[in-house]
Structure formats: C-alpha cells, structure tokens
C-alpha cells in the first residue's frame, strides 16, 4: 500500500495516460472513493463531488444534444476545461449514462 500521492506520482507508477488518470478520477469520485487535498490524492469519502458533478452536468447537456463530439468539442460547449472533462466522462461513465467509440482520423 502506498498511501497518499500526487497526480504525477501516480501516472508514473500506474503508466496510464493523463487522460486516463482524470476519467478514473471521475469514476471513484462518483463511487465515493477518492479525496483530494490540496494536491495530493487519497482513498476515502470524497470531496470532488461538488465539482465534478457540476462538470458532469455540463458535459451530459452537451452530449445529450450531440452525440458525435471529440473531447475538444465537449470541452469548448460546455464551457469545462479539457481534464476536467476526462473526470466528468468517467463519472457519467460510472452512471452507465454515456458510451464511448474510438474514432481514427484520416490524414
């Protein structure tokens, strides 16, 4: 057990992409398993629900209008930095409320 950690000590022990880190971070906020304070992040009753929940609303009135946005495009119409987003998806996520695909770009 490792205890309390930052963000980046945690990307760099579980080697997820940050973008996974936010969107888990949304998953255990909804599931009432993480807390954070100040910079460090711990297991136990959280204190991102205002937040994050909030953001979640945000995203889910954009999504629930138009269904084929990139990140970008979420975090432009619903006014919600870009990381941000990533914790709101993984806690809508966590609601079974969205789905997501994998869309390659043609060059």
């Known amino acids: 057990e490792e205890g309390p950690q930052v963000r980046s000590k945690i990307i760099e022990k ?14 255990l906020a909804r599931e009432n398993k993480i807390r954070k304070d100040k ?8 204190n991102l629900t205002e937040k994050i929940g909030e ?15 990139d990140i970008s495009g979420i975090a432009r119409l619903s006014k919600v930095k870009k990381r941000d987003c990533y914790s709101a998806i ?16 043609k060059k």
Do not use: C, S, Y
């Open 14 to 27: 579980t080697q997820m992409p940050e973008e996974d880190f936010f969107g888990a971070i949304g998953w």
């Open 90 to 105: 993984g806690w809508l996520a966590r609601e079974g409320k969205i789905t997501a695909k994998v869309a390659v770009r």
């Open 55 to 69: 953001d979640a609303g945000k995203v889910w009135e954009v999504l629930h209008k138009r269904n084929d946005l």
């Open 39 to 46: 910079r460090t992040f711990k297991v136990g009753d959280t």
